[in-house]
């Protein structure tokens, strides 16, 4: 009965606008909406956010707010291995990390390994805090309310799984090498402006003027199913085509070649132009190998939170706020075989140096004891970073 009624809850702001999806956007007002409609989006809103109040604030357990260099960068996912956060967030901002919890407590905290794929850091931050259970996980269904949470008890998005997982590297998308005609085609089909040289269609015999048909029996009569029905296949894969030219019907099969790896990336002009219209957006957003895409409505800095269904159970962490209408998460499964992977990068500072960083900050407040132990301790320390650079200089 409760799941029905936030559903419905959720239905009714969503018909009011997708704009709402965020409270606080909502509340700082949004192009193109009249005043009065605000008003009711904000109403809506809050009504939404304390539906699943009780959600939230057991979900905000597993959530941190990330600090670097005394501000806030990025949200967290505790796991058992430590904290999951968005890496170029990280990076950008500075040195000095720390994580604050459901608890209020601030953690000191370092960075252990990157795993460049989905520009996600794991940090060590001591431990206290309960890990997100990879045990009771969403069924990542197309159409499943999803919401984002942070340590402060409380939702700071909701919104739909919108597209299911899969890949936004281009070298995993199949690649046909045409371009098409915008216009219908009487008698349905798709007719090719012209045909890329050397690209797979020109190397099946495509020409400029044929008309696709069908792709491995699949009827396409429009550009957008073509590119439906392509998106779903692989580079390497056979692809049957049905196609006219001259009026007669002929068949013929295209190996579908693999995309150039070209990572998108938005321009200054556009990321101002796309935090206009409802809120900012990760640099790095495009170019995972396989997320979920939900409309739900977060902020840039809420990238590294986790998503939980309003069945309590866990959808993933979000990876990027790509646009106004796009957030992408990876699942579970993902999230879990991404941190048994060997790291792109491990951690440069290990326990002796963030000991030594210790000793340096009590020193510039006097309260470091200049005793024996706290030189010997110093030795070890400079004898570990002239083997660590020796290391770095013989890579």
Known sequence: MKRGLISLAVLALSFMGAQAQNRDLAKVGLPFVRE?????LIDQADAFFKAIAPLSKSAGQHAVNVYSSGRMVARGTVTEMGVVTKWSELVSKGSNIWVVGYDGIQREAYVKSVY????????????????????????????????????????????????????????????????????????????????????????????????????NG??????????????????????????????????????LGARRDEMKQFSPERMKQMERMGGSVNEVAEGFPEVLQSDMQVRAIDAGGPVFDIDGNFVGVVVARASRIKTYIIPPSQLFEQLKKQPDMTAGVNKLERKRQQLQRQAQLGRAADTEEVQRLRAIIEQAQERILELEQAE
């Open 218 to 255: 699949t009827e396409v009569d429009g550009i957008y199913e073509l590119g439906n029905v392509l998106q779903q296949m692989k580079p390497g894969e056979l692809a049957k085509l049905e196609i006219k030219r001259a009026e007669k019907d002929y068949e013929t099969e295209v190996v």
């Open 36 to 40: 009065s409609d605000t008003r009711i």
């Open 116 to 215: 460049l794929e989905y520009d996600l850091a794991l940090l060590d931050y001591g431990d206290g805090l309960p890990a997100v259970d990879f045990e009771k996980i969403s069924d990542d269904k197309v159409g499943e309310f999803v919401f984002a949470v942070g340590p402060a008890k409380e939702a700071h998005g909701f919104g739909v799984v919108s597209v299911a997982p899969r890949s936004l590297r281009e070298t995993d998308k199949a690649y046909l090498g045409v371009r098409m005609d915008f216009n219908p085609v009487q008698g349905g089909g798709v007719r090719l402006e012209s045909v890329e040289r050397g690209a797979p269609a020109a190397q099946a015999g495509l020409l400029g003027g044929d008309i696709i048909k069908t792709v």
